[in-house]
């Protein structure tokens, strides 16, 4: 049986069990090999779970400080950083994007908001021009081709998940704002004022604690299982291919949609900061109406490129759609894989989970979906 290290509240007990539980065999092939799992309440820290290995062979134990690639659950980290442009003025989620990126007019993209950007809805779901994985490394090349190209459709009128290009679209926003990456806005503004171990572009320093990812079954790759063109898009220009994250290129770039590097217990701290008004291990990063404004809805209906139902907010999934959650006051998002993060404003709770073994799936599994259900029996008793 695997053995579980960290702490957990006892109220939360069964939290535990369910994490354990997660590294057997469960008969639906979700078995874990490493993982992490945390969850906060009022800001403080009250599961702390981590087990299994760091590898596919099973050599390398998952250790406290192990990180691992946690894909599009990065976005969230995207979202906070221009959550936290706009709390302080420098950003207007309402103004057309070419306000701060005058090249991104073109093609009919004058009116493209912000907001759009944030909202999967601006029509830039993936690259019209052949790009191969290495072309991801290099932020003018990628952000210059969104820049020029027209749109899949009609931006602001159908939500389609951006997977990978919403990184670039939203990071260049910041660039031309503050003047630096957002990698680098991420880390000195979010990361390291609440000394969170998550990192937009990792440091070579810093690759013996990444766990290796080892990649879906064959044929459950998301253009596995999916016959729409966009989603073929963006699913195979360039081909996603789960071994690039353990090379040192994928790690040290900076993709903001997709590359964020961490552990279940820095995304559920960092994110105290929209469960609890702004503050985090102390500090008040965000004003509480800045932290509430991930939840304004921006669009709903069918996503045109998972085929699923969605209600989007400002870079957060809101409850509804294909994730009913008990209340209009959660968010939540899911890496390519089986990462998840949820935040309960009204509960101000914060639950995240991260692994190596991944499904084929962009919105959570049942291994993080077991642990919120366990969580959320045990905040109700």
């Given at each position: ?148 190209q027209a749109p899949f459709w009609a931006p602001g009128t159908a939500p389609g998940y951006h997977a990978v290009t919403q990184g670039y679209l939203v990071g260049e926003v910041v660039r ?206």
């Open positions: 049986m695997t053995e579980i290290h960290g702490k957990t509240d006892p109220r939360f007990a069964a939290v535990r069990e369910a994490f354990a539980a997660n590294f057997g065999d469960s008969g639906d092939g979700l078995d874990d090999i490493g993982a992490s799992f945390a969850a906060t309440v009022e800001g403080e820290t009250v599961v702390d779970l981590w087990g299994g290995h760091a590898d596919p062979d099973r050599t390398r134990p998952w250790q406290k400080d192990t990180i691992v690639n946690v894909y599009s659950t990065t976005k969230t980290m995207t979202a906070l950083t221009a959550l936290l442009l706009a709390d302080r003025g420098e950003l207007d989620f309402a103004a057309p994007v070419a306000k701060y990126w005058p090249e991104f007019a073109a093609n009919g993209k004058a009116e493209v908001t912000v907001a759009q950007l944030m909202s999967h809805s601006a029509g830039l779901s993936g690259f019209k021009e052949k790009v191969s994985k290495t072309d991801l490394y290099d932020w003018d090349k990628v952000t210059g081709l969104l820049a020029a031309r704002i503050t003047g630096r990456t957002l990698g680098q806005v991420f880390k000195s503004e979010i990361a390291d004022p609440l000394g969170a171990d998550f990192h937009i572009g990792l440091p070579a320093s810093e690759d013996h604690r990444v766990a290796d990812l080892l990649p879906p079954p064959a044929g459950g790759g998301i253009a596995d299982v999916s016959d729409r063109p966009l989603t073929a898009n963006m699913a195979g220009n360039p081909p996603i291919n789960p071994l690039e994250t353990r090379t040192r290129a994928w790690r040290g770039a900076e993709i903001p949609a997709a590359n964020g590097h961490g552990n279940a217990r820095s995304v559920a701290e960092i994110h105290v900061l929209l469960a609890n008004g702004g503050v985090a291990n102390g500090k008040r990063i965000l004003s509480e109406a800045g932290a509430r404004r991930a939840l304004e809805p921006q669009i709903a209906g069918d996503d045109i490129v998972l085929g699923i139902p969605v209600r989007y907010g400002l870079g957060f999934g809101l409850s509804g759609g294909a994730l009913p959650l008990p209340h209009d006051q959660f968010l939540y998002w899911g890496g390519y894989g089986g990462s998840l993060v949820i935040i309960d404003q009204k509960a101000r709770t914060t639950f995240a989970y991260a692994m190596n073994k991944m499904a084929s799936t962009t919105t959570g599994d049942l291994r993080a979906f077991r642990l919120a259900m366990a969580m959320w029996q045990a905040l109700a008793a």
